[in-house]
T-cell receptor, first 111, second 115 residues
Framework: SQQGEEDPQALSIQEGENATMNCSYK?????LQWYRQNSGRGLVHLIL?????REKHSGRLRVTLDTSKKSSSLLITASRAADTASYFC???????????FGKGTLLTVNP | SAVISQKPSRDICQRGTSLTIQCQVD?????MFWYRQQPGQSLTLIAT?????????ESGFVIDKFPISRPNLTFSTLTVSNMSPEDSSIYLC????????????FGPGTRLTVL
């Protein structure tokens, strides 16, 4: 399978805590994108990290990429109840420029 | 960024019928895609909608079942033909605002239930 695979499948934390989600993939990539999906609705783009980048920040989000290990992580700091959602990583394959998705991490932030 | 709208947002259909889903983007984009998300599952790419030519389908998806139109650089339609309950899914369109290696933005999705 070429898809990004998220770990853990589910994560439950208290408001204010940090949440870390991991992603592994199998092929060479051009970039890797993280998305959020609330309750079966559309995907909201969070951040894109290119293959020559190691870390990227956007607000409370921090994404890392290790191409040697074919892995990425998404850190959400000071989580809020509104962060409750499914989070997907989507590696963009270098061979055909197609995004592939795993099953996501379901994050629940308890108030 | 790109703002994407889809119509309808949801529908309930009878088996054997067809439904056409529309995707409208607020700016001209080179690449548009259609995905399916079955209940509790991940997103699966159905096809790439090519402007002015036939769509490029992924393995397991065929034009007779999922005909796609792309008449211009801001609009595309996906038809789900001869529907069965297995077609119950969320269908999402997405666009790449660059040349295939940039951010992909997604529409709000169309939730389809087939009875």
């Amino acid at each position: 399978s070429q898809q990004g695979e998220e770990d853990p499948q589910a994560l439950s934390i208290q408001e204010g805590e940090n949440a870390t989600m991991n992603c592994s993939y199998k092929t060479s990539i051009n970039n890797l994108q993280w998305y959020r999906q609330n309750s079966g609705r559309g995907l909201v783009h969070l951040i894109l990290i290119r293959s020559n980048e190691r870390e990227k920040h956007s607000g409370r989000l921090r994404v890392t990429l290790d191409t040697s290990k074919k892995s990425s992580s998404l850190l959400i700091t000071a989580s809020r109840a509104a962060d409750t959602a499914s989070y997907f990583c989507a590696p963009l394959r270098a061979s055909n420029y197609k995004l592939t998705f795993g099953k996501g991490t379901l994050l629940t932030v308890n108030p | 960024s790109a703002v994407i709208s889809q119509k309808p947002s949801r529908d309930i259909c009878q088996r054997g019928t067809s439904l056409t889903i529309q995707c409208q983007v607020d700016s001209q984009v080179t690449m548009m895609f259609w995905y399916r998300q079955q209940p509790g599952q991940s997103l699966t790419l159905i096809a790439t909608a090519n402007q002015g030519s036939e769509a490029t389908y992924e393995s397991g998806f065929v034009i007779d079942k999922f005909p796609i139109s792309r008449p211009n650089l801001t609009f595309s339609t996906l038809t789900v033909s001869n529907m069965s309950p297995e077609d119950s899914s969320i269908y999402l369109c997405s666009v790449d605002t660059g040349q295939g290696t940039d951010t992909q933005y997604f529409g709000p999705g169309t939730r389809l239930t087939v009875l």
